[in-house]
């Protein structure tokens, strides 16, 4: 990446020459940094020689590599006295004064480390102010600080919260404040201390920035954007299957529109593709299509799209009548409703390191409302790797512990139910609660131990394998089981967990979610919480896919050694792991290699695990153990061999290992380069290194499910379907069936069906579109129209101005007027209305049935108007600003006075009616 930037700028300029004037620069450990830095240009120099040696067969480079080397901390350093730019270094070690003039001694020392000792650090923090020390404590987020100042004030230490810290700060009070600092110091002679977050808990906090300000909740129902590029296949929910071509503005009596433009099949042989002109308030209206090979196109105004549609709606409703059954049976079944939260709830919530995302604090409420009411919870949480689902978890077994009620954690894997259990026990170590582990790492005799716990119900939490879901697994009072991956457990153990339902709230977290969304969307009865927030800071995984060079491992490896992190190396052979470790080693030297894989003694594997955890070893060598669940921040290059050999979802679940923590991460997806990919394999690969941006997982999945097809998701009998009309609009017909039935609808004869509200066709003359000015990447433009299309109240509509506002700015005059259009579209969506359109010199409002006493008020009120009853259409004059020489009204002021007209005619308003007649 490095190596283009000569490509991309005329001249490379360093940052000392950046700087401005009257600046100084300060190296703090200039040991480690000079260190650093000579490791840094040998190892970009590697990653020079190793990215361009395959570009051409005679290893030349096509740029100059010197160009872009980093120069040596020297090189730096007598740049910066050439411009008389002052140059600091503040050491840990101590100078010698008499030899060193340029050395000054600081009277500081660092501060003392509580790690979570909090009452300590209170009473140092008392005793510093009551001998009126100078005092400073920064947390890196607003929340901690606050809960900071609610203990030193419950303890009776002054302290006050400082949004800018005083240049002097006061004595005898503690200065609260927000700063990203990572350690501070405490001075006797200055007789001032500076402590962080890091040194009170031993902890990184979660960030300066509050995330609910930056990443407002209200997203988190942002419908996910079309992302179309031209030549894409989509589904039009009126016309069929079809494919898009472009988005054009078109100006029509002088409104400017924006429409897509969508090419279906020719209504006569050998003729170009019939075209529809989509506007984009009806941009709800078309899906891109999935659902395994490509169609042929529909025809305009052919009977076969109609025809799959009506079937695809039968066979739907044949799966609601099954389904609803188990609804009603589970929603008749008699469950615990837990007590609201009690304060030791409100302590562990509290004690939590990091800033909930909005996304979390939506799913853990929603939760806690479940499981206070008498019905069985049965909710999943959607969210991709890393984004806080494990916490979700945590409260809410708290909350049935503290009802007297045990909890079973059923995880995939036994690394992971290591992981899961020292997660459970360090958030519960402050709180009477058992918590244990069933796993192949416990002997028999220690499993049997737990076990008669769990019977006995001495043990609260327990977390394990499909090992809990036995038959000799008895449990005293189980009120939450908590299923982590669900689709990783087989079929015979979801159908002892379809029986547990009935009886025991059951949460599910999954991160891969095609299968189970796919599952949860037919079932229709299981509630559903979606973390889209990514959390603080987390930046994208900068994915690589390549073939295999050495040169290139060896760099990427000692890349991350320099920034003191460590690396995953899945290699998923386990005859030949230890020769590829032997490898790294000889590639590597200064890097600890240690190798793990299932088939491994438990205790041997262990002691990997947990030495790699405490950072004993750099490099991992492993098998597909570590693929779902494995938390470990420091981890942060991933390098996959023979990755061709990998599944999509599998792919990026992997990749999910990496990229938790605050540091960029790195991952390189190789396929050996003697053995062509096969065309699947390709695409899985270009998929994962074209999805990189965080909350990816939906759009890996959407593509996985294109390339394998949806047959194997549902059976035979309802493939066909998905695939004649796409999984998307199927998912809808589900949504409706299901909807149907809840609200006692019919049964599978398809009598009876439930109304549902028309979409609204707006064609006036409003000049309402997004300027390219205003939004000027086209598929964001797409993700606006959707969602204003989507917006079918005042709610919806206010959220996505606040929206546009908080992303792009001040709204133009169009895009107003595109609010206006929406506002409007939704008034009238419920009056039954499908189109309000412009006709000759009238406005048409279709279907319009009136009573005999509203034609009369309209024939009154605007004389002139026509009346069809055969297709309850009417026809009014259309406005104008003058009775005589006026011209016709438009834009907002069209809109307003057809809102009056309805308000007067259909809404019976006597009001609307005399200000019409007035007008």
Known sequence: MEALAPVLVDELRLLVDELPAQSSVVICDPEKVRTRAHDLVRTSQEFLEASWATAATGGVAPIDLGAAAYKTLLEVRAHAASIDLPWWSLSP??????????????????????????????????RWTSEDWRVVVTTEGHGPGQRLLELLSDAGVPARLDEHLPATPSRGVVHLSTGCLQTGFRSDLLRTVLLTESDLTGTRGAGAKDVSKRMPSRRRNAVDPVQLQTGDLVVHEHHGVSRYLEMVQRTVQGATREYLILEFAPSKRGQPGDRVFVPTDQLDLVTRYVGGEAPSLDRLGGGDWTKRKG??????????????????????????????????????????????????????????QDMEKPVPMDRV???????????????????????????AILVPTTLLVQQHYNTFRDRFQQFPVTVRAVSRFNSDREQKEVLDGVTSGAVDVVIGTHRLLSKDTRFHDLGLVVVDEEQRFGVEHKEFLKQMRTAVDVLTMSATPIPRTLEMSLTGIREMSTILTPPEERHPVLTFVGVYDERQIAAAIRRELLREGQVFFLHNRVESIDRVAARLRMLVPEARVATGHGQ??????????????????????????????????????????????????????????????????????????DRPLTELAHDRLATIAQNTEIGAGMAVAMKDLEIRGAGNLLGGEQSGHIASVGFDLYMRLVGEAVSDFKRGGAGVDG?????????????????????????????????????????????????????????????????????????????????????????????????????????????????????????????????????????????????????????????????????????
Not at 318 to 342: C, N
Not at 381 to 407: C, H, L, N, P, S
Not at 602 to 616: A, P
Not at 767 to 793: K, N, S, V
């Open 93 to 126: 070690f101590t100078a010698d004064e008499d030899l060193d003039d340029d050395a000054v001694v600081l009277a500081a020392a660092p501060p003392p480390a509580y790690r979570g000792e909090v009452e300590r650090a209170v009473a140092d923090l008392a």
């Open 311 to 368: 079937r695809a709606r039968k066979a739907v409703k044949e799966i609601a009548a099954g389904l609803i059954q188990l609804y009603s049976a589970r929603m008749a079944a008699p469950g615990h409703a837990f007590a609201p939260d009690t304060p030791w709830q409100r302590e562990l919530e509290d004690a939590f390191p990091w800033v909930e995302t909005p996304d979390q604090l939506e799913a853990i409420t929603e939760v806690k």
């Open 381 to 407: 949480i959607m969210g991709d790797v890393g984004y806080g689902k494990t916490e979700i978890a945590v409260r809410a077994a708290f909350k049935a512990v503290q009802d007297g009620k045990q909890v």
């Open 600 to 673: 491994m003694h438990e205790e041997t594997l262990e002691q990997v695990m947990v030495g790699f955890w405490e950072k004993d070893y750099d490099v991992l060598v492993c098998t597909t153990i570590v693929e779902s669940g494995l938390d470990i921040p420091n981890a942060n290059t991933l390098i996959v061999d023979k990755a061709d050999a990998f599944g999509l979802s599998q792919l990026h679940q992997i990749r999910g290992r990496v990229g938790r923590g605050r540091e960029r991460a790195y991952a390189y997806f190789t396929y050996p380069p």
């Open 751 to 919: 009598q009876g069906e439930a109304e549902q509200l028309p979409e609204t066709k707006v064609d006036l003359p409003v000049d309402a579109h997004l300027p390219h000015g205003y939004i000027p990447e086209e598929r964001l433009r797409l993700e606006a129209y959707r969602r204003l299309a989507a917006a079918y109240d005042d709610a919806a509509i206010a959220a996505a101005r606040d929206e546009l506002v908080d992303r792009y700015g001040p709204l133009p005059d169009p895009v107003e007027r595109l609010l206006a259009v929406a506002s409007f579209r939704a008034y009238a969506r419920p009056l039954g209305l499908t189109e309000v359109v412009v006709q000759g010199s009238a406005i048409r409002f279709a279907p319009l049935p009136l009573r005999e006493s509203q034609t009369m008020r309209l024939q009154r009120v605007y004389p002139r108007s026509i009346v069809k009853p055969q297709s309850s259409t009417v026809l009014v004059p259309r406005p104008t600003t003058a009775r005589f020489g006026g011209t016709p009204l438009r834009d907002v002021e069209l809109l307003d006075w057809c809102r009056q007209l309805l308000e007067a005619v259909v809404g019976d308003s006597i009001p609307a009616a005399a200000a019409a007649v007035v007008r």
